[in-house]
């Protein structure tokens, strides 16, 4: 079976501080891709970024990091200087070739940046 | 591009009805997924449409059905309505071609009440 587990219920910072959100997956598909997606207050979820599971490279994209390790089926996602404008909820999604590629999503992390 | 639309947006049934949601993708994508999101339960995946066939389905049970029309339209429908179902129901189209899920785009989302 799939599965996305994000820990973190709720994480608070100060504008400006860095902070990591963290993503555990399983599976036992070798072929799956993992997914981050951002939920702001207005509700519609917006793409943030795919990675598959053979490119291991973490990336970087202005201000977002994520950092994908196969070993520990971890897809952490950084964010350096936050601002206000990051609060929403961050979710990490996994889909595997077992079962077409439906996509599995976590239970979400509610990031509030504080002025 | 225009980006995904739902209507209705907001929606307010009593149990025991029947619901249809619509879905507009964007304009070239042929793949239209149906999420439900809910506090409890988080976002959880109904089903895929491609090419008018349902490509992949989710642990729903028999009440909840979609079709997808030749232009990609897609509706979902709820029959005899539970108090359970109340949520936010996402469409999400992506362009489904071969070589992975590919980041999906996200609609507004239905919000439905079930009373």
């Known amino acids: 079976a799939q599965k996305v587990t994000q820990a973190q219920t709720e994480i608070s910072v100060v504008e400006k501080e860095d902070v990591t959100l963290d993503c555990v997956y399983e599976?036992?598909?070798?072929?799956?891709?993992l997914f981050w997606y951002k939920q702001p207050p207005s509700g519609e979820l917006v793409f943030l970024i795919r990675r598959n599971s053979f490119d291991e490279q973490n990336e970087i994209s202005g201000r977002y990091s994520w950092n994908f390790q196969k070993s520990t089926s971890s897809f952490n996602f950084t964010i350096t200087a936050s601002q206000v404008v990051d609060s929403a909820v961050y979710f990490c999604a996994l889909s595997g070739n077992t079962g077409g590629f439906k996509t599995i999503f976590g239970a979400g992390t509610r990031l509030f940046v504080k002025a | 591009k225009a980006g995904v639309t739902q209507t209705p947006r907001y929606l307010i049934k009593t149990r025991g009805q029947q619901v249809t949601l619509s879905c507009s993708p964007i304009s070239g994508h042929r793949s239209v997924s149906w999420y439900q999101q809910t506090p409890g339960q988080g976002l959880q995946f109904l089903f895929e449409y491609f090419s008018e066939t349902q490509r992949n389905k989710g642990n729903f049970p028999g009440r909840f059905s979609g079709r997808q029309f030749s232009n990609s339209r897609s509706e979902m429908n709820v029959s005899t309505l539970e108090l359970g179902d109340s949520a936010l129901y996402l469409c999400?189209?992506?362009?489904?071609?071969?070589?992975?899920?590919?980041?999906?785009?996200f609609g507004p989302g239905t919000r439905l009440t079930v009373l």
């Open positions: 599976t036992r598909d070798t072929t799956y891709y």
């Open positions: 999400a189209s992506s362009n489904g071609l071969a070589g992975g899920p590919g980041e999906q785009f």
